[in-house]
């Protein structure tokens, strides 16, 4: 009878095929550890918004919906982009957390995900520029003041498109708030039961608009250098941790590349990774682009895989991999060949909310079902 093979590695010993079975230890189902939490796997489920709350509260679809995907089996659930401030949502019906109101409900959801054995993320956003726009299925486009939506800001008075509102440049007392902002939402998000925070730096939001050249002209410490660029993120990261406990995982979601000559680029991000793992940031999830509307993106399964990969072999930090990454096969590739630790799926999970009991079986990996469905096991 053969023996258990075992796999040695940087990351510790591995079980890759045991006796009696034909089941191997498939790395998309390896436990990761990040500060003090493990993750059961390395899936999980990236953040997308819903746009179906209420003066941000957090309702019966937000449990369906995140409570779902915990009973199909992933192992980090990470809300959708939850509002610091009711002016940085993207529409009046985003999520938010900017009132201590919001609490209860956020809690009853991650009391659910806990009880499933995953972990619940929280992703704390402010739109900038982007904000008060209409849900995508009534147009997705921004509202004008006059007719229901509210004055957006930004790091310059520069629209996204000739079409949108002109925003204000933020003042830096303005900049102190926001900064607040972010504090109080992570004191309200631990509160809530969340175990894992991210701040939403990317897809053209408040915190890329200040990195990224094409949006960000000022010529205050906020402004100019890519020091003075990232500087706003780096306070935020900094006020946020003033209030996390350290031991908990503190993400954060980056576009890695505007797409766009004379925009932020993967080397800027390379700096950035680096900078945010001094100050205690634990992983980077790696997207990209959403800054400018012009941007050609050349969109196919895994586009974005190569960043995620630069950024941790150059920085050494956790990264994640995200975008059009749709199979078990092709997510065991990217975590075998060392391009990320962690998988983030979005539309596949929102096809799919088993996806990772499903994942187990293609890749014949003896994942646990919840009890409630072990009889529809094969």
Not at 79 to 96: F, K, W
Not at 302 to 313: C, M, N, P, S, T
Request: net charge negative; proline share 5%; aromatic share 8%.
């Amino acid at each position: 009878m053969p023996a258990r093979i075992y796999l040695f590695s940087e990351t510790g010993i591995r079980l890759i095929f045991a006796p009696n079975t034909d089941l191997f230890m498939a790395k998309l189902f390896e436990p990761l550890c990040i500060g003090s939490i493990t993750l059961q796997n390395r899936i999980a489920v990236s953040p997308m918004c819903e746009y179906s709350s209420e003066d941000g509260f957090a309702n019966d679809w937000h449990l369906v919906h995140l409570g779902s995907r915990a009973v199909g089996g992933a192992g980090l659930l990470i809300s959708e982009a939850c509002a610091v401030s009711p002016e940085g949502r993207i529409t009046a019906h985003d999520l938010g957390i900017w009132k201590d109101a919001h609490i209860s409900e956020l809690e009853r959801i991650t009391r659910f995900i806990r009880s499933q054995g995953s972990v619940a993320g929280i992703q704390l956003a402010h739109a900038g520029r982007k904000a008060s726009c209409s849900q995508p299925w009534m147009g997705g486009k921004q509202i004008a003041i006059h007719e229901g939506g509210w004055q957006v800001v930004a790091p310059s008075a520069i629209p996204f498109t000739e079409d949108t509102m002109l925003p204000e440049a933020v003042t830096i007392e303005k900049i102190h708030q926001i900064i607040d902002d972010f504090r109080q939402a992570a004191i309200r998000s631990r509160k809530a039961g969340f175990q894992v925070l991210e701040i939403h730096a990317a897809h053209g939001y408040l915190l890329h608009q200040f990195y990224s050249p094409l949006s960000n002209r000022r010529t205050d410490r906020y402004g100019g250098s890519f020091e003075n660029r990232i500087r706003l993120l780096m306070e935020i990261v900094a006020a946020v941790q003033e209030v996390w406990p350290s031991d908990l995982p503190l993400m954060v979601r980056i576009s890695a590349t505007d797409w766009t000559v004379g925009g932020w680029d993967l080397s800027d991000s390379v700096l950035l990774a680096g900078k945010l793992k001094e100050q205690g940031v634990h992983l980077i999830d790696c997207s990209s682009g959403g800054n400018v509307p012009h941007a050609k993106i050349p969109a196919g399964p895994g586009y974005q895989v190569a960043f995620a990969r630069e950024i941790k072999l150059k920085t050494g930090i956790l990264t994640g991999a995200v975008g059009l990454i749709t199979g078990a096969e092709q997510a065991e590739q990217i975590l075998n060949d060392g391009s990320a630790d962690l998988i983030l799926l979005a539309r596949e999970m929102l096809r799919d909310p088993y996806f990772p009991l499903h994942a187990a079986s293609q890749l014949k990996h003896d994942w646990e079902w919840p009890v409630q469905y072990q009889r529809a096991k094969k």
